[in-house]
Every structure is written in C-alpha cells, then in structure tokens.
C-alpha cells in the first residue's frame, strides 16, 4: 500500500476561525459536498473562536474555498445582490483561513495571491474585502507578495487615489544596481493590525455627506475602500522586502520621468481629507527607513538632457519632497500632522544623500525648523524639532551647512535644555530631548561648545541638581558625548605636539577636577537608578589616558576606587550566601563599571603598576564563571604577601551574558596591558593569578553557552596569558608543557569549530602569540597539531578573514626553531595560499581579498628571515621559484599598499637572502632572482 504523501506543516498554534461564518459558507446553495465535509470537520474542531493552522492547512480548506471562489468569478460576476453577499461570506472566510500560511507553503500562496489579484478589481464590497484579504497575506507571508508586486501596487494605487481612473494597471519595476537593505523581515507573523493613526475626523468631508442616500452610501463605501487601500499600501512598505518596494518608488516618491501615474503617495500629503494626509505622511515614513541605499543613487545635476537618468530623476524627486514637507511646516496643521511631517523630515535627513542632492535643501530644513522652533511653544512640536536636530547631528556630521548653523542650534538646544521657571509643572521630555539634541551636537562641533563653556557648566551644574532623575541621566550622557568629543580634540593637540600650554587641555584639566567632586558621587547614592550609574561609568570611559595622567592624585584615587567598588558589588561578606535578590541587580551599571575598568587598565598612568593589575583581575575574575579547579579551592591567592588569601566569592550571577561580555572584555583588556608590560613592572604579576586568568578564560571559550563577544574575548586573554606565562614563571618544563597544551586546545577548538567566523579568526590571531614565544624549539604535540591546524586554514578556509589571520600566526614565529620540521611546509601553505587569492573571486569581499595576498605576502617574508642554513635557503629558492610568476606579482603589488610600519618583513628578509647567498649558492639563478627581488621590494619600502 503506498504511503501518503506528508502534509504541508503550515504555521504552529492557532488562528482565529469563526464557527458562525463556517456554519454560514457550508449552507451557500451550490457549495460542493468536498466543501462541506471540509467545513463541519473544521467546525467541530473549533474552542473559542480558534483552530489549529495545521489542521487548516492540512484539511485543504484554503485549495477549496479558492477554487470555489474562481468558479463564481468565471461563472458570473454580476452585481446581482444575492451573489456578491455570498462571494464576500466565502472571501471572509478565506481571510480568516489564511491566518494558517506559513512562508513554507508557496504554492498555495500563489493560488490565494491569483485570486486576490483577481477580485482587486471589482467594485465595492468585493474590492474591500479583496484588500482583507490581501493584508492577511501581509501580515502572514509578505515575503511571497513580491511574486505579484507589480500588479498588486497597480491596483492599490488606484483604489487609494493616486491613480486616477478605476481600471488597475501593473507596474514595471525600475531597474536597480545590486543594493545590500539593512531591513530585516518581522520574525513574528502574528501580527495585529497597526492601522494609521485615526483622527475625529469622518472619512468624508461635510459637502460629501450631504446629498441622496444612495449616494452617501456609496462615497462612504469608496471612502472606506481608499482608506483600507492605504493601510495596506503601509503594510507593502514596511513587510514586503526592502529590495522589492524600492523598485516601485515612483509610487511612493513625486516623479514625472519614471512613474505611469497621474500622482505619487506624497501628492496625497496635501490632500483635502486629514486622514487620507496622515495616512500618506505614514506610507511615506516606512517607506524612507531603510532605504538609505537606494536613496544614495540619486545624483543632483544642473545640465538639461534630452535623457533623464535614474540618479537625476530621484535628486529632483527626493527635492521635491522636501520642498513639499517643508511647505507644509509653515501651514496652520494640528499638532498630529505637524509632528508626522517633521517625523518625515527627520527621516530624510537620516536617509536623505545630501552631499549629492541640491546644495540648498539643508540649508532649507535647518532654517525651517529653526523658524519653527521659535514660533511653536507646543511642547510635542518642540520634542519633534528637536529630534531632527538630532537626527541631523547624528547623521550628517560633517555637512557644511550644519557645521555653520552650528552656533544657531547650540543657542536653540541650550534656551530648551534649562529649567522652564514660568510654570509651576513644566514639561521635561523638551529638556530631555534638548540635551539628547546637544550631545549629537558636540561630535559636530566641540568648538562651539568651549566657546560656550560658562553656559555648558551653568546647564550642567542646573541639570545635575534637578529633582527629576530622568533630567539627571540625560544630563550624564550629555557629559559622555561633551567629554568623548573634547578628550578626542586634546589627543588630536596632542598627536601635532600642540598640547603644551594648551587652553583646550587645561580647560578639559578642569572640567574632570570639577566633575569628580563629591557632590556628584553624592547623586548616585540619591537616586538609586541603574541607569544613572550606568551612565556615570560611561562618563568615566571618556576620560581618556592622557587627561587622567593630569589629574590631581586624590582624584585619580577617587575615580578608580568608585570603578574597582563598583565591580565588586554583589560579593557576600563572611562566606554567606548570595541572594537572588542581590544576583539581578544593578546588570546595566555593572557592565559599564566592567567596560570602564577595561578602559582604565591600559591607561598609560598604569600599564606598570602591578599592585593595580592585582586589584583589576580581583575585580573582574568573579564575573566570570569559575573552572572547576577554582570551585574545588576557592582559595587563590590575591596578593604575594598575604599568607592567607580571603575566598573569591561569587559575583553577580556570571550567566548574565551582558556582564560576562563586558568582563570578558575587561579581562582581555588586563591581560593585553601584562604582556605590553611584561619586562618594565617593578614587580612581577603573581603566577597564581596569572593561571587563574588563563584557565577563566579557558572555561570562557570552550562553554557552548558562551556569547560571541565573550569567545572572542576570551581567546584573545588566553593568547596573551600563553605569551605571559614563560618556562620560569610556570615552574618548569613538564608544568609549561601542561599550561601550553590546555590553551593551544582551546584555540584548536575555536579555530576549528568557532560558531560564527568572529571567533575563529580571533582564535587564530590569538595563536600568533603561542609562536612568537621563545623556547618552542621542542616539538610538543600541541605546537605540531596548532601548525597543522594553522596549514590548513591558512590554504582552504573559505572565509578571508580567518584565513589572514592564519597567516598573522604562521608569520609570527621569532626563531627559527619554533616551525621545526614545519619551516619548509609553512612556506609551501603560504605560497599555495597566495595562488588561491588569484583563483578564487567573491562578491564583495574585494577589500578582504586584498589583504589576505598582503597579509601571505608580509607572512612569506617573515618566514624567509628566519632561515639561518644555506641548504634550507636553496630548498626556499625552489619554493619560491616554482611560483615565481605568482610570489613576484604579489610582493610588488603589496608593497606598494602596506603602510611603512609593517613593512620591515622585506628588509629583513632581504638582509637573511643576502647573507645566505654569498656562499656556495652564489651564482645559482633561482637563488639571485629571489635576492634581486628582495632586495629591490627593500628599496622600494626605504625609499
């Protein structure tokens, strides 16, 4: 007997399906019995107004419904009464029994999408509920709507009133260059209805519901019908795939070259009916985010052609919106619409490619919204201006016109930032958004800001003392973006060698003297917020290196005692117990105190100071989950001095991931900063912590259940700890061997089976610092898998990145001894490497591919220097050339591109050839070629 063939699976859980409309479909005369029986099993299956959507799609009610449906259209599409009121039951009905689609189920998909491409062009309730229909499909598969993209924007564009006419038409797409969306499609297909913004105003205006009844009925129906059109022209722009609408955006943008319409969805943003312009004002908003690419095509020109390009046709377009939205600004328009339109201005200046659009509309929209700022005093209108001001800031930093208007808008964000004294409840979200407004402002312009230094303090000084905590938290991240600005402009002083005397630096010099005053510790003690501490840290991280080393002791002490106290929030005292109370607290402020203390360590005022490393690893290792070991002893010791150590109790609960990446970080951070460090201490780091630190990280990058970030981070501690951790400082050969073996494993696990190519190419850079260690003449098994596992990557990985990063390790060697038997085989991997970079072309993934060749190319030469024996040296002439072509090309090319600082490979390797080839290999034609060669890529980098 032959099996039956699986049914589709459908979606999981349920759907809504009303038994009274089943009921009602099953009792049409003429309904076939399939149908029928259909119906009464389904009907007996329904509990309160739900259905199983496998059992919907496995009755095959969707197929028979729309077969029934195309056999009434075939058959007769009169308006015979009777007739359309059953069509419409069975549409319903189909509507409801599509809540069951899944994106899997493109077949039956194709059959519903025919029929409601079918039915679209009918006439009133058939049409409306047509468009029901067409949003279920939305809503539930908008990824196989693009099949009939084209037809259904035709239709839709009639039934909205852009297109004049009643008869649909279908629209051809433009064609567009390979664009990259950053638009990812709703996970959740169980969605509800997220209609327009409804207003008190009736779909037709008062002269349209004045007149016979039978005309008011059918205004009223067409009413509803552009209304439903709309919303699910909405729906189009913000569910189906962003490659797939911007082909269509003549419907959507104004245009006269490209679009067979009479009109576009921004004509509608000046129509007479106030829901018909909101609702437009919302197409137009999905449409807009995300298409920052497309946008990017358009090209200003001020030469008339017979032919209009694409790129001209949508400067003028996106001109003409502009001209449209900031016409409407200047409109006497209620505060809704007013705040829609400016939610569409600040989606253009998001968006909008103004460096290749008409030099004057920036210039238009700040002085517009300048203009309006200072007439409007309705606070919603006010948080609205500001927010483009933010956008601005944030996404056209380096415009001229803003950088000139700067001044202008530092004086409209600072009147709003301050307290409104003239009311006794002021509303503070224009404050908030104010000082949101001038911490984008200050990455624009911190000029500006210095200019206005009095003002700055008194605002910040009226801020932080604010009985509101929200003003004080927007007050905190205003500092963070002021300090991170104006630290990044005394480093830039100080890279010139401008920095002596300096108003800037001494200005800064004050500014964290007055910040670190008591008064706002204080503060985080009175409003017990996370996010207030959170933001304080973060404030602490801008500081940077150089500044810190100017502070008076007393505060550099402050500072850092705060950070250290506040990573160790959370321990329990005595050997108690900690609470689940006390293990999900405080999980944002934490991880930036974390981030902020990794930040800190590589301060140059620390890199030797070791009784600081201690208390930094102290602070960390708890929020990290501890190895085994560690569980067992509890017990390391935290200071060499101290006979006997207290316990390292747990921090806050390690399997939040937030904390563990930011620690990971931290710690990798510390470990970076021991290794710079390594031989300028005036103490050595404790061995004992040292071990702890790697076997942490260890357990860190082998747990399955571990982020991305905290794998890469980790990775990158054990590679540093493995350089660290020396022969001497382990105690001996078989514990260096032991100590070596477990971190060379992790890595050969993160290199081999890394769950996404972050951690593997983190992993293999890691291993350069296992290499680059002196006394590995020894071949232990560990040292001979990681070069095999590194030969390997290095020659067929498929992702560049690892594969350069293979090439970072294998050339990382600083002695010969270290390759052993592998010296010849290295070469050979790296030269077949450099082969594959010719052979292989990935879209995209140019840039990367070009490092990898200068990245071999660099790795060969480093290998080349290592060569001490002239029979080696001639077994190298003969690697090399066997590809002579290939090895040539390749380093003449990339010394031309890698920068002086990484160039010295060349001329050491040159110097090694010289060296080798003045014996019994003079003479030999290979072994002149590669000196020649050498040699001349050494003059070309001195030069």
Not at 66 to 80: F, M, Q, R, T
Not at 278 to 285: E, G, K, M, R, T
Not at 746 to 759: E, H, Q, V
Request: hydrophobic share 40%; proline share 5%; with cysteine.
């Amino acid at each position: 007997m032959p099996r039956a063939k699986p049914a589709p699976k459908g979606g999981s859980g349920t759907t809504p399906l009303s038994s009274e409309m089943v009921r009602a479909v099953g009792h049409i005369p003429g309904t076939p019995s399939s149908l029928s029986s259909c119906l009464q099993g389904l009907a007996a299956e329904i509990k309160a107004g739900e259905v199983s959507r496998t059992l919907v799609i496995q009755s095959g009610l969707i197929q028979q419904v729309v077969s029934v449906l195309e056999s009434d259209y075939k058959a007769d599409s009169s308006p015979d009464l009777l007739s359309i009121k059953q069509r419409l039951l069975k549409l319903r009905l189909l509507t409801q029994a599509c809540g069951a689609l899944s994106p899997d189920l493109t077949d039956l998909t194709a059959q519903v999408l025919n029929l409601v491409c079918r039915v679209l062009g009918e006439k009133g309730e058939e049409s409306l509920a047509a468009l029901g229909l067409l949003t279920m499909l939305l809503l539930r598969v908008p990824g196989l709507v693009g099949d009939r993209l084209g037809e259904v924007l035709g239709f839709l564009a009639v039934l909205s009133g852009v297109q004049e006419g009643r008869e649909g038409c279908s629209l051809v797409p433009t064609n567009l260059p390979h664009l990259h969306f950053t638009q990812t499609a709703n996970s959740d297909p169980d969605l509800k209805r997220d209609s327009c913004p409804d207003t008190s105003e009736s779909d037709m205006s008062d002269g349209e519901m004045m007149g016979q009844g039978g005309d008011f009925k059918r205004r009223r129906l067409e009413a509803m019908v552009q209304k439903e059109a709309l919303y699910t022209l909405g729906l189009v722009a913000k569910r189906v795939p962003k490659k797939e609408v911007v082909s269509y955006w003549f419907l959507f943008l104004p245009d006269r070259c490209y679009s067979p319409l009479s009109s576009s969805v921004t004509s509608l943003c000046t129509h007479h009916n106030k829901r018909v312009r909101q609702q437009a004002l919302s197409i137009i908003a999905e449409f807009l985010n995300h298409s920052g690419q497309f946008l990017a095509l358009a090209q200003h020109t001020d030469k008339t052609t017979s032919y209009t390009s694409l790129s001209t046709a949508l400067a003028v377009s996106l001109a003409t919106m502009h001209t449209t939205l900031l016409a409407r600004l200047r409109e006497p328009l209620g505060p809704t619409e007013l705040v829609a339109v400016l939610k569409l201005v600040a989606l253009l200046t998001e968006h909008a490619p103004y460096p290749r659009l008409d030099s004057s509309l920036l210039d238009l929209v700040i002085r517009s919204c300048l203009d309006l700022a200072r007439e409007e005093r309705n606070p919603v209108i006010q948080v609205a201006v500001l927010s483009v001001f933010s956008s601005l800031c944030q996404h056209r930093t380096k415009e001229a016109s803003l950088v000139n208007s700067a001044s202008a808008l530092f004086h409209s964000m600072l009147i709003r930032a301050r307290p409104d004294l003239s009311t006794c409840s002021p509303d503070n979200n224009v404050r908030y958004m104010a000082m949101q407004a001038l911490a984008s402002l200050a990455t624009v312009d911190i000029h500006t800001f210095i200019k206005q230094a009095g003002d700055v303090k008194k605002l910040l000084d009226s801020s932080l003392e604010d009985s509101d905590p929200s003003v004080v938290l927007h007050a905190f991240r205003f500092i963070k973006s002021f300090a991170r600005n104006l630290t990044s402009l005394v480093e830039t002083e100080s890279h010139k060698g401008e920095v002596e005397d300096s108003k800037v630096k001494n200005l800064a010099t004050s500014f964290w003297v007055d910040f670190l005053k008591q008064s706002n510790f204080a503060l985080l003690d009175k409003y017990p917020n996370a996010n207030i501490k959170s933001a304080f840290c973060d404030c602490l991280a801008e500081m940077g290196g150089l500044l810190y080393s100017e502070l008076p002791e007393p505060k550099k002490l402050l500072c850092i005692t705060y950070i250290l106290s506040q990573c160790g929030e959370g321990r329990v005292e005595d050997g108690g117990v900690v609470s689940l109370e006390r293990q999900i607290q405080d999980r944002a402020a934490l991880s930036s105190c974390l981030r902020t203390l990794g930040i800190v360590v590589m301060f140059p005022t620390y890199v030797t100071d070791t009784a600081f490393h201690i208390d930094v690893a102290d602070a960390i290792l708890p929020h990290l989950p501890p190895t085994q070991t560690q569980l067992a002893s509890q017990a390391p010791q935290l200071r060499p001095q101290q006979p006997t150590p207290a316990p390292r109790y747990p921090g806050l609960d390690p399997s939040n991931k937030a904390v563990r990446v930011s620690a990971s970080w931290a710690l990798a951070n510390l470990t970076d900063t021991l290794v710079q460090a390594e031989k300028d201490c005036e103490e050595d780091f404790p061995v004992t912590i040292a071990r702890n630190i790697l076997y942490t990280a260890i357990n860190a990058a082998k747990d399955p259940t571990s982020a991305v970030n905290t794998k890469s981070n980790a990775v990158r501690c054990v590679g540093n700890m493995l350089y660290y951790l020396t022969r001497d400082r382990v105690g001996g050969e078989e514990e260096f061997d032991k100590v070596m073996s477990a971190g060379a494993d992790c890595m050969l696990n993160n290199i081999k089976t890394g769950k996404i190519m972050k951690i593997r190419w983190n992993a293999c850079y890691a291993a350069s610092n296992i290499l680059r260690k002196e006394g590995l003449e020894k071949n232990y098994v560990w040292k001979v898998e990681l070069l095999e596992c590194l030969l390997e990557t290095v020659r067929n990985f498929q992702n560049f990145k690892v594969r350069i990063n293979a090439a970072v390790a294998l050339g990382s060697a600083v002695s010969r001894g270290a390759l052993g038997d592998f010296y010849i085989p290295v070469l050979e991997a790296l030269v077949d490497s450099l082969g594959n970079t010719h052979s292989e072309e990935v879209f995209g993934e140019w840039q990367h591919q070009e490092n990898l060749r200068d990245q071999l190319s660099i790795s060969l030469c480093q290998v080349i220097a290592l060569c001490r024996e002239e029979k080696e040296f001639s077994k190298v002439c003969s690697v090399v050339g066997d590809s002579w072509d290939l090895v040539e090309t390749s380093l003449t090319h990339s010394i031309k591109r890698i920068s002086p600082e990484k160039s010295s490979p060349f001329l050491a390797a040159s110097q090694a050839a010289e060296q080798l080839a003045r014996g019994n290999l003079a003479g030999r034609e290979e072994v002149m070629m590669l000196c020649k060669l050498l040699r001349e890529l050494a003059m070309d980098w001195g030069g």
